[in-house]
């Protein structure tokens, strides 16, 4: 009697394993945009590094040089995310560079992309190297990272801190966090296809964006802050980039942020819920060297909330080093 029960949930829970494969795949492709030239920026440029069509942006010193600025934005943001930051220090004199990451802003969607830190790393410096053949002293660069940019500048700096005149963490988030089942189980196509239409039609929108920007901002985003955050992310390929994120993410170990020498900062809001302020801290731990900088009544996203305390405390990093 039992065994004859058993069998029957068993076929039950095959037959619905069977339908939720299915399912996705009948319901139809979700809405995407392809990049248009009228979505770019006056000073929008396009480089191809490691197969990659990467995105930046370029800001010359409007005084006498100073040196290089490399500003590296967090998940989900672009160079959208140092508005305030970029054009400020251009105009103290520093050759400014912002980039989109791969998969991010404007850069290329790269299906299967390794987005190691030490992958970004070694796409970003080799960026640097080739848009400096007729540009400004490229032997040194000052590295400004938000959140998981963090991670980014900081794997820079452990491959050549011999080029890094400073390093700054804004919020950053250095170390791993992502669950490592999650790895195996996007292998499942099925539920990769779930996860797409999920992501395309739950979160890729107006409502969830707006919801994402208050948490990150401490505040509602302005209309134009929306759509700049939101545009991106409804390109093609955008949730794959995310896939292939939690495929392939490898952040830093302790021990090699715990042997930087290179001037270490950190910039952190005060109220941040996503990095919390506790992160500066133990980063603080274990590297006794990081100076630290907080801002008051600020969250994530200090340089786009709080630009001019966030300006002034880039530029005393700049000054001093």
């Known amino acids: 009697m039992i065994k ?15 339908i939720l494969s299915l399912l996705p795949y009948a319901m139809g492709n979700v809405s995407t945009l392809n990049m248009e030239e009228n979505m770019l920026y006056d000073n929008s440029e396009f480089k191809i590094i490691h197969n990659v069509n990467i995105h930046f ?39 400014v560079i912002a980039v989109d990451l791969p998969g991010f802003g404007f850069s290329e969607r790269v299906e299967d992309f390794d987005h190691s830190q030490q992958s970004r ?31 980014t500048v900081t794997a820079m700096s452990i ?8 390093l700054t963490l804004a919020n950053g988030a250095l170390f791993n966090t992502n669950p490592q089942f999650a790895k195996y189980l996007i292998k499942y196509p099925p539920i990769k296809r779930w996860a797409n239409l999920i992501l395309n039609r739950m979160y890729f929108s107006e409502e969830k ?31 794959n980039t995310l896939f292939d994120i939690i495929s392939t993410s490898s952040n830093i170990e302790k021990e090699d942020f715990a042997s930087l020498q290179v001037p270490l900062y ?38 786009e909330t709080h630009p001019n305390e966030f300006n002034i405390m880039i530029m005393e990093v700049l000054i001093n080093n």
């Open 266 to 303: 950190a910039i952190w809001g005060e109220e941040d819920s996503w990095v919390d302020i506790n992160r500066m801290y133990e980063l603080k731990s274990i590297n006794p060297n990081l100076q630290t900088y907080v801002i008051r009544g600020a969250g994530h996203c200090p340089m």
């Open 159 to 166: 491959d050549k801190p011999e080029k890094v005149s400073s």
């Open 4 to 18: 004859e029960i058993l069998k029957k949930v068993l076929k039950l829970l095959l037959a619905m394993l069977l």
């Open 209 to 239: 964006i707006d919801e994402i920007l208050t948490s990150a901002y401490g505040r509602a985003p302005l209309d134009f802050e929306l759509e700049a955050y939101l545009l991106p992310l409804m390109l093609e390929g955008t949730v």
């Open 57 to 95: 942006r370029e800001w010359l010193p409007q005084n006498q040089y100073s040196g290089n600025v490399l500003l590296v934005h967090g998940l989900g943001g672009s160079t959208f995310s140092y508005r305030y930051t970029a054009e400020r220090l251009a105009n103290e004199g520093y050759y």
């Open 121 to 151: 790393a070694k796409i970003l410096w080799d960026l640097l190297d080739e848009i400096h053949m007729s540009s400004y002293d490229s032997k040194s660069w000052h590295l400004v990272g938000h959140s998981m940019g963090g991670g």
